[in-house]
DNA sequence: CAATTTTCATTTGTCAGACAATTAAAAGTC
DNA sequence: GACTTTTAATTGTCTGACAAATGAAAATTG
C-alpha cells in the first residue's frame, strides 16, 4: 500500500482508497483486523489523525467498524443486507431530491423494477409474505388514516411482493427504489375514492400472487402503475391551479 | 442541533448523523456552506479533531464537499449519478463477494433486473444506444480477447441496453447489478464455442432493439439467461471433478 | 484611473503530544 | 480454583501548532 505525495487528493482520502481496494479486491478477509492507528501511522508515514479521518470515511460505508479496548482496534466488516439497505436508500432519496427526478420517471423505475419481482414472487412467495400483503391491505382500509400512514402501509406491501421472490439481491436493489419513492408519494393526497381504488388493486395483487400467477400479478402491476401515475397527475394539476 | 453525552455511539458518529440528516431532510439546500470546522466544534462543544472525523464521514458519501482557503469551507454536495453509480457497484460486489450469494442468485437478479428495461429500450433507445451495442458484439469476437476483456464488454454491452430505456434511475439501480457481476463472471472460462453462443445471443438482443420489439428482446435476454447459469454449472462442475 | 502586485485574513490539511475510556489478558490473592 | 487487581494495548478526544491554499483587500505602478 503506497501513497503518492503528488496526488491533489489528501492524504486521508488516499489511504482510505488504499485499503478500500484492499478490502474490496478480497485481500483482507471479513473479520480481519487492521494494523493499529499507530502502527498505519507509521506505515504510511503520516500522522495518526490522519489515519483517524481515512478510517472513519472506511467506517461511514460500513467496510470496517472498531473497537476500543486492548484486543481492540479496526476490523474488515461483513457487510450485511441491513446496512446496503439504509445506504441505498439514502443515496436513492438524495438522487431523487436532488436530481429533481420527475415523478412518472421514479414511477416508471419503481414498477418496472418490481415486474421483474412479480413472476418469481408469484411461485416462490411463503404464507409469510402473503399474510404480511394481507394485513397491510387492511390497514390500508381503515378510516382516519394519515396520507403518510398510508404510503408507508404501501411501501410495506410491496416490501412484502418483492421478498416473496425470495431473491435477496432483489430485495437490496429494490429497498431503494421503492422506500426512496416514499417522499414523493407523501406529496399526493389520497382521496377516499383513490384508496378504494389502490385497495382494491392491492387485491388483485395479492390474490394473484396467492394463485401463483405471475401474468395476473404483472397484469394488475401495469394497472397500479397507470393508476399512480394518473393519479399525480391530477394532484399536481389540481395544485397548479389553486397556486 | 443537539447531540447525546449518553449515547453509546462516539461523538463523531453523532454529529455526522446531525449534519446529514439536515441534509437528507432538505433543511441544508445543495450548495449551502457549513459553518467552518472552528465554529462547528464550538457550536457542538466538541474538538475540532471530532468535527473533521464527522465531516470526512460525511465526505465519504459525497454528502459534502471541502475547498481549502479563505471563502472555502464544506458545501453540501450535489449528489450526482456517476457519484451513486461508484458507491453502488462497491456496495453491490462486497455484498455479493462477503455473503457467499450464489450465481445462480445473483444471476437471476441482474436478468431480471435488465428484462424490466428491455420494452423501454425497445422502444425508446438511440442511435447511439444501438451504435454501442453493435461495436461491444464486434469487439467481442475478436480472436485473442482475454475472458477479462470480453466480460468487460459484456457489461459495457449491457450498459447500453440499458441505458437506452432513457431512465437515469433505472440505470442507476442497474449499474451495481450489473457490474457487481463481473468478477463472478471472470471466473468462468468461455471456451469460443460458448462465446460464438453469447455473441449470437447478443447479436439477436439488439436485432431485437433495433427493431423496437420488446418481445422479442425479452425473449432473447430469457435465453441468455438461462444459457449463462447453464454454461456456470458445467464450468464449475469441472473444476470440481479438475481439482 | 486602471491594471497589477503584494499583503493579509480565513479556512482546511497535517502533525505532535497528551490524557481519558475501554477492554481483555495477566498477575495476584484468598 | 474462583475472584480481584493490575497492566498493557487500543481507540476516542482534546489542545495547540504550523503549512498550504485561496480569495479579498490593500498597496503599488504605469
Given at each position: 500500500m503506497k501513497i503518492d505525495p503528488?496526488?491533489?487528493?489528501d492524504l486521508s482520502a488516499q489511504i482510505a482508497a488504499a485499503i478500500r481496494d484492499a478490502i474490496v479486491s478480497g485481500a483482507m478477509p471479513v473479520d480481519e483486523r487492521l494494523p493499529s492507528e499507530a502502527e498505519l501511522a507509521e506505515q504510511f508515514d503520516v500522522s495518526r489523525s490522519t489515519v483517524r479521518e481515512a478510517l472513519k470515511r472506511l467506517a461511514a460505508q460500513s467496510l470496517i467498524r472498531t473497537q476500543r479496548g486492548a484486543t481492540g482496534g479496526a476490523f474488515v466488516n461483513r457487510l450485511r443486507y441491513a446496512d446496503a439497505y439504509s445506504q441505498q436508500i439514502t443515496t436513492s432519496t438524495l438522487l431523487l431530491s436532488m436530481n429533481a427526478v420527475s415523478f412518472e420517471t421514479a414511477c416508471e423505475a419503481r414498477y418496472a423494477l418490481e415486474r421483474a419481482c412479480a413472476p418469481l414472487s408469484a411461485s416462490r412467495r411463503t404464507p409469510d409474505h402473503l399474510a404480511t400483503m394481507r394485513v397491510e391491505i387492511h390497514r390500508q382500509g381503515q378510516?382516519?388514516?394519515t396520507d403518510e400512514a398510508f404510503c408507508a402501509s404501501d411501501v410495506a406491501f410491496h416490501r412484502a411482493l418483492v421478498d416473496g421472490a425470495g431473491n435477496p439481491v432483489l430485495s437490496y436493489q429494490l429497498a431503494g427504489a421503492v422506500e426512496a419513492m416514499q417522499p414523493l408519494m407523501n406529496m399526493i393526497t389520497f382521496t377516499a375514492r383513490s384508496r378504494e381504488r389502490i385497495i382494491a388493486l392491492h387485491g388483485g395483487i395479492a390474490d394473484a400472487i396467492e394463485a401463483q400467477d405471475g401474468g395476473a400479478a404483472d397484469a394488475a402491476l401495469v394497472e397500479l402503475a397507470e393508476y399512480t401515475v394518473e393519479l399525480a397527475r391530477s394532484v399536481f394539476e389540481a395544485r397548479a391551479v389553486k397556486g
Open positions: 503528488t496526488s491533489s487528493k378510516p382516519g388514516l
